[in-house]
Structures are given as structure tokens and as C-alpha cells.
């Protein structure tokens, strides 16, 4: 069974910065493209992150571009997210998610339960 | 960047109603297009894929239609486990992975 776990929330001082991780298994981490996304309270999905298996390729979304860096340790089936220059709005949880593809079609077919995380001083 | 509108925002529904929820892209995705199921305090769970391929183990009364940029989401028989907020996500452009605003299914 595929399981996800986000660790690394909290509450964090605006202007500092955030490490997540993400623990995998019941499948092969290794050769599955991950995501983050996020969801600000009370409101919806936001895609934030992409890294493929290799970690060749990484996509992220502009709102987070050049403070958010995503990476993956493949020996230890864990993703992780790094944010910096934390700000109110990066309040959320966060959700890391396994990129599944059938038919040449891409989806997020498991997600973790998702960590809070709140920026406030 | 490719932006996806969903309509209603919210509905109201009984047990037993069948429901219709829209998703519009700014431009043709062709079947590049999820549909996603939240409830509160969880998360989002995979509903349907490529516009209409029903996700292994997802109810059947769960289906999806369209192509290019119009898609619909509909569930034939609404039952008291359907009431959640439902999104939908281009997967035709990315970056980024856009989703819908979401649309929040409630009792009426």
C-alpha cells in the first residue's frame, strides 16, 4: 500500500524559513515523479512543485518561484520541500502527492495527509 | 500559463439528485483533465483521469465528460458520502499544474 508522510510543520516567524520531508513507501520512490501542493485555510489547491524520479526535471509555480526549492534523496524514499522568506500567505497545509501515469495521462493518484504549517510571529 | 474555471462555486443538493459540476480551460486541453474529490480535514482523492477514465475502485455513479475546453463532472445519484469540494486539474501544461477554484457540494 502507498503511503506518504509529511513531517517538518509548525509555526514559523515570517522572513524564516521551512523544511519539509515527506516519507514513501509501499512502492518504487525511486522511478515515481512527486509534487507538492498546498491549501491555504479555507481556500483551494495550489500546485507548488514538481520533481521527476531522477530529479532531471523540476517545475515550480511562480507564486513560490525563487524561494521554494524541492529535492528528493532517493536512498531514503523521502521528498523534500524547502521554503525561504516565509510570508502570512504561505500558511497552509501541505501536501506532498505521487505523480501516477496511465494512457499518457499524468495525475496525482496519492497523496499524504497533509502538515500545517503557519507563519506568524 | 493555462487557468481553469469551475461553475458552480457551490450547490446545494438532496440524496439521490443528479449533480453536474463544469470546468472550463482557457484553452483546448484536449482530454488533459483530473477530477478530484476533498473532504474537510482530508486529502484530495483522485476521482477521474484523461477527462473520463474512472480512478480503480471510485464509485460508478461518478463520470466525467468533455474534450478541448469544456468538461463536466457528473454524479448520477448523489449518496451522503458525495458531499465534499470537488476540483478539477489541467494536465495538459505544465507548468504549472493548475487546478479549478473548487466546488463545494453541500446538503440541502
Known amino acids: 500500500e502507498v503511503h506518504l508522510v509529511e513531517s517538518g510543520g509548525g509555526l514559523v516567524q515570517p522572513g524564516g524559513s521551512l523544511r519539509l520531508s515527506c516519507a514513501a513507501s509501499g512502492f518504487t520512490f525511486s522511478t515515481s515523479s512527486m509534487n507538492w501542493v498546498r491549501q491555504a485555510p479555507g481556500k483551494g489547491l495550489e500546485w507548488l512543485s514538481y520533481?521527476?524520479?531522477?530529479?532531471?526535471?523540476?517545475y515550480y509555480a511562480d507564486s513560490v518561484k525563487g524561494r521554494l526549492s524541492i529535492s528528493r534523496d532517493n536512498a531514503k524514499n523521502s521528498l523534500y520541500l524547502e521554503l525561504n522568506n516565509l510570508r502570512a500567505e504561505d500558511t497552509g497545509v501541505y501536501y506532498c502527492?505521487?505523480?501516477?501515469?496511465?494512457?499518457?495521462?499524468?495525475?496525482?493518484?496519492?497523496w499524504g495527509q497533509g502538515i500545517l504549517v503557519t507563519v506568524s510571529s | 500559463d493555462i487557468h481553469m474555471t469551475q461553475s458552480p462555486s457551490s450547490l446545494s443538493a438532496s440524496v439521490g439528485d443528479r449533480v453536474t459540476i463544469s470546468c472550463r480551460a482557457n484553452q483546448s486541453i484536449s482530454n488533459h483533465l483530473n477530477w478530484y474529490q476533498q473532504k474537510p480535514g482530508k486529502a484530495p482523492k483522485v476521482l477521474i483521469y484523461?477527462?473520463?477514465t474512472l480512478q480503480s475502485g471510485v464509485p460508478s455513479r461518478f463520470s466525467g465528460s468533455g474534450s478541448g475546453t469544456d468538461f463536466t463532472l457528473t454524479i448520477s445519484s448523489l449518496q451522503p458520502e458525495d458531499f465534499a469540494t470537488y476540483y478539477c486539474?489541467?494536465?495538459?501544461?505544465?507548468?504549472?499544474?493548475?487546478f479549478g477554484q473548487g466546488t463545494k457540494v453541500e446538503i440541502k
Open positions: 484523461a477527462a473520463s
Open positions: 520533481i521527476s524520479g531522477t530529479s532531471n526535471t523540476i
Open positions: 502527492a505521487r505523480e501516477e501515469v496511465a494512457t499518457t495521462r499524468w495525475f496525482l493518484d496519492n
Open positions: 486539474q489541467q494536465s495538459y501544461s505544465v507548468p504549472p499544474k493548475t
